[in-house]
Every structure is written in structure tokens, then in C-alpha cells.
């Protein structure tokens, strides 16, 4: 039988412009999909409505453009795929795999917390509603167990979800989709094969594979990659004041984001065009030289 075609992705929030964390994450799943010949394709996270800021989805098709990151196929918004995700939700509830919950989040404060500091879900609404208390949000009912799981980068992994993180939300109080559920739908739905992010993500995963196995959808590969942060130790963010990914100069900051992940350009390609710089690379690349470790972004040129 051949082997599955190669189905990569880049998938952010447009709730600012990409930063170099961004960058570095973006084009390690581009570099991954393009050396293997595959497509790669692009879906704009724009679920969480209130922290979309105006006109920044537009803002992230540019930069990528002026990186030379380009992009297969029309790009997909969550924001048109509720119909879907809604589906998915409701094939769960038909098999008691979803339930209504009425916890508000002052309610969850004394809740134990996890490695990761988020709360592990006390199951509290798990056998029905408190009476005369009203439905919030949706939550997943987690089979026990651990979920082992592969990363291209860190190894072989696992998490007990029902333990560890619990009953996560499907859908929230406010009525919209939570990402997990979207992410797999839609990860399934484009026909992604492999998946390559940040490792902010990375104990994300064995609650999507429980997704996936209980919808019965594919489990792609992943690969997590190292956050890039700042000289405090902190992840290239909005919140931290990341600066927006230059519209020039990209030579060197391409240049820069290629050592971030393993592939530092020899000196003759020193102020070589993107594509050029990223022809090279996607000639070089090999997955088992990236870093497992974040690395600290240099300062901008
Ligand atoms: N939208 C998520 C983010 O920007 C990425 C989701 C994913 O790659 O699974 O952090």
C-alpha cells in the first residue's frame, strides 16, 4: 500500500502579528512538509472571537508571503466551521461521551492543579447537574487510562488525561468551541498527516488523541518544537511584548530561526534572498536536529 501523502499545517490565532517564536514554529512545519514533498496548509485559529484583533489574519498572510513561506490550497477559518464542530459535539453527546456542567470558574479556584498549573477537573458534574443549578459549558467524559503517544522531537510520552487534567471543556459557557475539539475536527477534516508546533502545545496532545480515538479520527504524527523566549525566560508572546516579525530584513532573521531549529545557514548563504535560504534548508532537513530545548531569541538586527 503506499504511504499516506504528506498533509502538513500552520495553524494561528490571529490575535496579533507573528512574532520569531511564530516564525520559528511555522517554518519548521513548513521544512518538514516541503522535504518530504508534501502540501502544506494554512487554517487561521480564529475561533476565540473576542481575542481576534481586527485585520491581524491579514497581517499574518503577509509576513508568511515576505518569508517565503507559501501556503497550498485556500486558507480555512474557524470561524466559518461551526456547523462542524457542532457535529462532532453532538455525536459525543448521543453517546453519553459529552455532559452539560454548571461550574463556574470561581467555583473550580480550589480544584487541584496540574504540572502544566491547570486545573484538574473534579468530575463535579460528571453524574448530572447539581439541582436547580444550569448547564455552562460541555465537558468530555475521559476514559481512564494513560494515552501513550510518540514525538518526532521528545520521544515516547504519556499522560493519564482523566487523571491529570480530567473532564476537559468541549464547548465554553460563552457557546464557543473549545480548541481541542476544533483542532481535531479540523486536523481530520484537511487530511493532516503531521502535525509540527510549538511545545507550548505539546501536553495538548494526549487530550486531541482521546478526541480523535473517541470520534474515530486519525491520530496524525507530532512533533513539538522549542519555544523561542525572550532574555527573561519567557515565551515570545502578546502577552510578553514580542516584537511583530519584520516586513524586512527577513535574510537574517530567517537565518536566525534556521540555527533556532538546528539548521544554521553556512557562512555563503550569509544575506542569500528567503527563498534561497529556505531551498537550502529544505534540502538539509532533518527533524532529529532540532532542539528539544527553547532557545533564547538574539536580539532583533
Ligand atoms: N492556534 C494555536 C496557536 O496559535 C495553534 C494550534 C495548533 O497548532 O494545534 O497557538
Not at 56 to 81: F, I, K, M, N
Not at 242 to 261: I, T
Amino acid at each position: 500500500m503506499p504511504a499516506a501523502p504528506y498533509v502538513g499545517r500552520f495553524a494561528p490565532s490571529p490575535t496579533g502579528p507573528l512574532h520569531f517564536g511564530s516564525l520559528v514554529a511555522a517554518l519548521a512545519s513548513w521544512l518538514d512538509a516541503r522535504a518530504a514533498g508534501g502540501r502544506w496548509l494554512l487554517r487561521m485559529e480564529d475561533l476565540d472571537r473576542p481575542r481576534c484583533v481586527a485585520g491581524a489574519a491579514d497581517t499574518l498572510l503577509r509576513q508568511l508571503e515576505a518569508y517565503g513561506l507559501h501556503w497550498d490550497s485556500t486558507v480555512v477559518y474557524q470561524s466559518t466551521r461551526d456547523d462542524a464542530y457542532a457535529a462532532a459535539l453532538d455525536a459525543l453527546i448521543s453517546q453519553d461521551l459529552a455532559y452539560p456542567c454548571a461550574c463556574t470558574r470561581a467555583r473550580l479556584a480550589q480544584a487541584p492543579r496540574n504540572a502544566e498549573g491547570e486545573i484538574v477537573y473534579p468530575g463535579t458534574c460528571r453524574n448530572g447537574l447539581p439541582a436547580g443549578a444550569a448547564a455552562r459549558a460541555w465537558r468530555l467524559r475521559v476514559p481512564p487510562g494513560t494515552v501513550a503517544f510518540h514525538d518526532r522531537i521528545h520521544g515516547d510520552l504519556g499522560q493519564d488525561v482523566a487523571r491529570e487534567v480530567g473532564d476537559f471543556i468541549v464547548r465554553r459557557a460563552d457557546h464557543l468551541f473549545a480548541y481541542q475539539l476544533a483542532v481535531v475536527v479540523d486536523d481530520a477534516w484537511q487530511g493532516v498527516s503531521h502535525v509540527v508546533r510549538g511545545a507550548d502545545l505539546l501536553w495538548n496532545t494526549p487530550r486531541q488523541i482521546v478526541l480523535q480515538t473517541l470520534l474515530g479520527l486519525a491520530t496524525p504524527a507530532y512533533a513539538h518544537v522549542p519555544l523561542i523566549t525572550n532574555a527573561a525566560g519567557q515565551k515570545l508572546s502578546k502577552q510578553t511584548l514580542a516584537p511583530a516579525l519584520p516586513l524586512s530584513g527577513q535574510s537574517r532573521v530567517l537565518a536566525q530561526a534556521l540555527a533556532a531549529l538546528g539548521h544554521p545557514p553556512p557562512g555563503e548563504l550569509a544575506g542569500a534572498a528567503p527563498a534561497e535560504l529556505l531551498a537550502w534548508a529544505s534540502g538539509q532537513w532533518q527533524i532529529e536536529r532540532v532542539p528539544m530545548q527553547p532557545a533564547i531569541a538574539k536580539p532583533a538586527p
